[in-house]
C-alpha cells in the first residue's frame, strides 16, 4: 500500500528478523526498496567495513608483493652491473 504523502510503501516481506523467519509487514520507500531497521542498518555497516578493511589488507599485501618484486630487480640489476664491471665494461654508459 503506497503512501504517496510520505513517499512509503508498507507491504508484505518474507526474511528473518529478531531471529524469526517469516512473513512480515515492512515499510518500503517508493520506488520499493526495505527501509532497514537500525539494528539492520548498523549490521550492514559493519559489513561494508569488514568488506573495506579486506579490501585495505588486499591492497596492502598488493603493495607488499610490488615493494618485493622491486627489490629482486634491484639486486638482479646490481649482480649484472657487477658481472659487467668485472668485463670491464661500465654498465652506466649502457643505454
Do not use: C, H
Not at 503512501?3 to 524469526?20: A, C
Not at 615493494?67 to 654498465?91: C, G, S, T, V
Request: hydrophobic share 45%; proline share 2%.
Amino acid at each position: 500500500m503506497l503512501i504517496r504523502e510520505l513517499e512509503l510503501s508498507l507491504d508484505l516481506w518474507r526474511g528473518t528478523y529478531e531471529g524469526l523467519n517469516r512473513l512480515w509487514l515492512r515499510w518500503f520507500t517508493a520506488d520499493g526498496q526495505l527501509i532497514l531497521t537500525p539494528n539492520e542498518e548498523a549490521a550492514a555497516a559493519e559489513q561494508r567495513a569488514t568488506e573495506a578493511e579486506q579490501r585495505a589488507t588486499e591492497a596492502d599485501l598488493r603493495a607488499a608483493e610490488a615493494d618485493l618484486r622491486l627489490q629482486e630487480a634491484q639486486q638482479q640489476a646490481e649482480l649484472l652491473a657487477a658481472k659487467l664491471r668485472k668485463l670491464n665494461i661500465d654498465p652506466d654508459l649502457l643505454g
